[in-house]
T-cell receptor, first 113, second 108 residues
Framework: KAGVTQTPRYLIKTRGQQVTLSCSPI?????VSWYQQTPGQGLQFLFE???????NKGNFPGRFSGRQFSNSRSEMNVSTLELGDSALYLC????????????FGPGTRLLVL | QKEVEQDPGPLSVPEGAIVSLNCTYS??????FMWYRQYSRKGPELLMY????GNKEDGRFTAQVDKSSKYISLFIRDSQPSDSATYLC????????FGQGTRLTINP
């Protein structure tokens, strides 16, 4: 079974721009979560989607948003990029029945200049 | 105080040694605890998860949860250079809360 896939793998943007990242979960997994990983703050939860609805949200500003499609694929968007948004953005998927065990993709490394 | 605390290391041990990685957590309401392994420039890989207290063993890896002291441990027996990675503990629920990660190096 294929793992979680994320595109693109690397991205360079400038301040003020916006970016959209994509995630395809493991087949059969309907819950998709997004995390931000930085050297200073570690891994932090952004939001979680299930059945095209955001069920949980972390403590990030409204510039960070996401959505989920009917096939469980998910996208996250960051608008008005800031230098501090440079990070590894990770997507994780899980079975609805076992949401505690999440499987991560390789991440998208975003650099904001 | 962070909800999950983990010593960032780095930790360096010789090949074949037993490695002990530890975390503490503050919220006793949660029942699921996980260990992830992350190689450089890769996403975290789920190693083990445990429910409530007790031990769980998988090959050379043993995960232990002590709810009375709010302590989570991962033991690696017969450590190998391929075990060199960052190890992250997390408490479960729909949104995982991670420790800072411990960078481990196994020296041949």
């Amino acid at each position: 079974k294929a793992g979680v896939t994320q595109t693109p793998r690397y991205l360079i943007k400038t301040r003020g721009q916006q970016v959209t990242l994509s995630c395809s979960p493991i087949s059969g997994h309907r819950s998709v979560s997004w995390y931000q990983q930085t050297p200073g703050q570690g891994l932090q939860f952004l939001f979680e989607y299930f059945s095209e609805t955001q069920r949980n949200k972390g403590n990030f500003p409204g510039r960070f948003s996401g959505r989920q499609f009917s096939n469980s694929r998910s996208e996250m968007n960051v608008s008005t990029l800031e230098l501090g948004d440079s990070a590894l953005y990770l997507c994780a998927s899980s079975l609805v029945e076992v949401q505690e065990t999440q499987y991560f993709g390789p991440g998208t490394r975003l650099l904001v200049l | 105080q962070k909800e999950v605390e983990q010593d960032p290391g780095p930790l360096s041990v010789p090949e074949g040694a037993i490695v002990s990685l530890n975390c503490t957590y503050s919220n006793s309401a949660f029942q699921y605890f996980m260990w992830y392994r992350q190689y450089s420039r890769k996403g975290p890989e789920l190693l083990m998860y445990t429910y409530s207290s007790g031990n769980k063993e998988d090959g050379r890896f043993t995960a232990q949860v002590d709810k009375s002291s709010k302590y989570i441990s991962l033991f690696i027996r017969d450590s190998q250079p391929s075990d060199s990675a960052t190890y992250l503990c997390a408490r479960g629920a729909q949104k995982l809360v991670f420790g800072q990660g411990t960078r481990l190096t196994i020296n041949p």
